[in-house]
């Protein structure tokens, strides 16, 4: 399974970014697809995800109702709308899935696989 992660960039504060998140190798409708961030000296936190098998999606309190998360079921992709943004949104944002749905969905200890990073500056 490879999950190919895109659409990072600069934007100043207030302006929107979409991310996508591109599987190959496998599906995960019974799963979840999604997004953690880090920035450097801290722990990877969770963002937002898609819940497969039920078809609902997850946030973090700090993105929810500015971030929108949605899958295209035929594409095997996951993206995310992220408006409003703000400085501290600036991190590496990557890319997650798991096969199975887990309570613990927020934790990235419960994920088998990962993306690579695409990096989010927003300026103030």
């Known amino acids: 399974v490879q999950l190919q992660a895109s659409g990072g960039g600069l934007v100043q504060a207030g302006g929107s970014l979409r991310l996508s998140c591109a599987a190959s190798g496998g599906t995960f409708n019974r799963g979840a697809m999604g997004w953690f961030r880090q920035v450097p000296g801290k722990e990877r936190e969770f963002v937002a995800l898609?819940?497969?098998?039920?078809?609902?999606?997850r946030y973090a309190d700090a993105v929810n109702g500015r971030f929108t998360i949605s899958r295209d079921s035929a594409k095997n992709t996951v993206y995310l709308q992220m408006n409003n943004l703000k400085p501290e949104d600036t991190a590496v944002y990557y890319c997650?899935?798991?096969?199975?749905?887990?309570?613990?969905?927020?934790?990235?200890?419960?994920?088998?696989?990962w993306g690579q990073g695409t990096q989010v500056t927003v300026s103030s």
């Open positions: 898609f819940r497969g098998d039920a078809n609902v999606a």
């Open positions: 997650t899935a798991r096969v199975r749905w887990t309570v613990l969905y927020h934790r990235p200890s419960e994920y088998n696989y």
